[in-house]
């Protein structure tokens, strides 16, 4: 028997989750306090990937991100793969070296072969690593198309009204207040991103956050130029379908560790413009600055699972681009007794208590 499921958020995690859970036979009902994809999902750079990760188990989490994305075949995402050439000489060879010993698939091209590839390079690097399996999700188009996919099977997305409080009698959730009343459910699903904790404090639940604000820049709309996410020294880099390019200000955007934006944005992304205009010899403008604190859990990785109260399950996480489609597959499973998840054993919320 389906459970009356709310869930708390409508970015890319929420909708993910939204269509698996209405699909395994649940009622579903997804409620934003905005828009959807109001939050980071609105302003993140998109990329889909396992080459960046923090250990072992996190690399097969993310590995099985990019199947899971496959196996949905949405319109929005594409497999363009990425160039990698941020670091030169002994980290170049030992990042190729383990990736190559996880079994990621990598290509290691010179000169000549990156050139072919990426003619718009003003100076190709003596070496790159191609990432073949890496994608992008236009992530507002593709959570809205997990929204749409969810209501057709009779899902609801209530929007524009914010979650006051998760209610709870006797250690059960029973369901949310909203600021335009009660919602009743057998399950609430917490994919608040950075609201989260404020959410889950008043039931005993802590989850301590970094403070991790991410910056993205986006230019004019230029001819087709870049085939790849192009991640060179100091600046991440891919062209939109549109013909904008899109890039956060920040090297290692996904690997950031500070906790405040270093100087104005408007500075920041001054800066990161003119490495993008050098890295592919023409001018540039910019026409666009975002910003948006990323969802980053205290030590950096996931937060999945049940918390607190029966009937409480949360999802938190930077990378929710690269996960969101085998968290969607995930979290529909363990609610829909399929057992826990081996995958999701590292990230449960209790490693907090
Ligand atoms: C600059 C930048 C670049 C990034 N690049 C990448 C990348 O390349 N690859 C990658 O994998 N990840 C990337 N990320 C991270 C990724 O975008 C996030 O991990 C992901 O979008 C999180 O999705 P979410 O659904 O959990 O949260 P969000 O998108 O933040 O959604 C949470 C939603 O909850 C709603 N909400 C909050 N409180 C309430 C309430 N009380 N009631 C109702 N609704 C509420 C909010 O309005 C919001 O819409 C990037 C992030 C940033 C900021």
């Known amino acids: 028997m389906g459970q009356r499921i709310v869930i708390i958020g409508a970015g890319i ?42 250990d072992a188990a996190h690399f097969a989490l993310r590995a099985e991100g990019i199947a899971a994305w496959r196996r949905l ?18 980290g170049f060879t030992s990042f190729r070296n383990h990736l190559t010993a996880m079994g990621y698939p990598v ?11 990426e003619p718009a390079l003003a100076t190709p690097p003596a070496r790159a690593l191609r990432f073949p399996a890496e994608g992008v999700a236009e992530a507002v188009q593709v959570a809205g198309e997990l ?67 991410g910056l993205l820049l986006s230019t004019q709309a230029l001819p087709p ?8 020294p100091e600046q991440e880099l891919r062209q939109l379908p549109d013909g904008r390019l899109l890039a956060p200000t920040s090297p290692n955007h996904q690997g950031d560790e500070s906790d405040t934006l270093t100087d104005s ?23 666009g600055i975002t910003l948006a604190h990323r969802p980053v859990p205290g030590d950096g990785l996931p937060v999945v699972g049940a918390a607190g109260p029966d009937g409480l399950y949360l999802a938190v996480m930077h990378s929710g681009v690269t996960l ?8 529909a499973a363990e609610l829909t007794n399929g057992g826990p998840q081996a995958l999701l054993a590292p990230y449960r919320p209790a490693r907090f208590a």
Do not use: K
């Open 13 to 54: 995690i929420g909708a993910a989750a939204a269509f698996r859970l209405q699909q395994a036979g649940h009622e579903v009902t997804v409620i934003e306090a905005g828009a959807p994809c109001g939050g980071a999902t609105g302003r993140s750079f998109g990329w889909i990937n396992a080459s960046f990760h923090h």
């Open 73 to 90: 075949g949405l319109p929005g995402v594409s497999w363009p793969g990425c160039l990698w050439f941020e670091e030169e000489g002994e």
């Open 107 to 117: 290509d290691e091209l010179d000169r000549d072969a990156v050139a072919a590839l």
């Open 147 to 213: 929204l749409a996919r969810a209501a057709a099977l009779g899902g609801r997305v209530l929007s524009g009204l914010a979650v006051q409080a998760i209610a709870e009698r006797v250690g059960r959730v029973t369901g949310v207040v909203t600021d335009a009343g009660a919602i009743g459910a057998d399950a609430v699903l917490v994919c608040a991103g950075t609201a989260t904790p404020g959410l889950i404090g008043p039931l005993g639940v802590a989850l301590p956050m970094l403070n991790r604000p």
């Open 225 to 232: 130029l870049l085939s790849y996410i192009v991640v060179a």
């Open 265 to 287: 944005a408007e500075a920041l992304a001054e800066t990161a413009r003119a490495r993008i205009a050098a890295l592919i010899g023409r001018e540039v403008r910019l026409t």
């Open 324 to 331: 969101a489609a085998i968290m969607g597959e995930m979290i």
